[in-house]
């Protein structure tokens, strides 16, 4: 069984340009999250989509937004980009059960995002 | 609000030597606890997961937690390290429902000298 991908694997922008992250979950999985793992700042949950609408959303601005497709593979974008948005950007999905198994979340490798 | 502490920033020991990683945790309800690991300039690999029930748990590549709810802990254990083990190791927490996201710690770094 295939894991959580996530594409592009390095992606470098200068400030202000707009960044779009890719992510797949792992087949049957309907749930997708985003978090931001930035140096000094430890992982921070970004987003939570699950069957096409956002569902939580972490402390990060309006910038920061995504969107989750038919196929249950989604995007994040961050526009206007800052130099402090230069992080690792990791994906991970999860199967929406009535608890146990289905509440364990699976990382994709991350998306290296460099802002200059 | 949920939130984890990983006391330990760095720790180093020896090739063969015993490991204990401290956890604790702040959650108003019975938790679901994990413990993941991540190599550098990789994503995270889920080690172990306790949910309920038998309060130790085994994970991949040898290692077991302890879930002490009187201790609000959750402390990662393998009785000997290998080179390989060097990573970093994060605790979190985890919400159901619709607040459904993972609280991480700050993460311990581990050294395995040889």
């Known amino acids: 069984e295939a894991g959580v991908t996530q594409s592009p694997t390095h992606l470098i922008k200068t400030r202000g340009q707009q960044a779009t992250l890719r992510c797949s979950p792992i087949?049957?999985?309907?749930?997708v999250y985003w978090y931001q793992q930035a140096l000094g700042l430890g992982l921070q949950f970004l987003l939570w989509y699950d069957e096409g609408e956002e569902r939580n959303r972490g402390n990060f601005p309006p910038r920061f937004s995504g969107r989750q497709f038919p196929n249950y593979s989604s995007e994040l974008n961050v526009n206007a980009l800052e130099l402090e948005d230069s992080a690792l950007y990791l994906c991970a999905s999860r199967r929406i059960g009535s608890g146990g198994a289905t509440d364990t979340q699976y990382f994709g490798p991350g998306t290296r995002l460099t802002v200059l | 609000a949920q939130s984890v502490t990983q006391p330990d920033i760095h720790i180093t020991v020896s090739e063969g030597a015993s490991l204990e990683l401290r956890c604790n945790y702040s959650y108003g309800a019975t938790p679901y606890l994990f413990w993941y690991v991540q190599s550098p300039g990789q994503g995270l690999q889920l080690l172990l997961k306790?949910?309920?029930?038998?309060?130790l748990v085994q994970g991949i590549k040898g290692f077991e937690a302890e879930f002490k709810r009187s201790q609000s802990s959750f402390n990662l254990r393998k009785p000997s390290v290998h080179w390989s083990d060097a990573a970093e190791y994060f605790c979190a927490v985890g919400y159901t429902g619709t607040a459904s996201k993972l609280t991480f710690g700050t993460g311990t770094r581990l050294q395995v000298t040889l």
């Open positions: 306790y949910f309920s029930g038998d309060t």
């Open positions: 087949s049957g999985h309907t749930s």
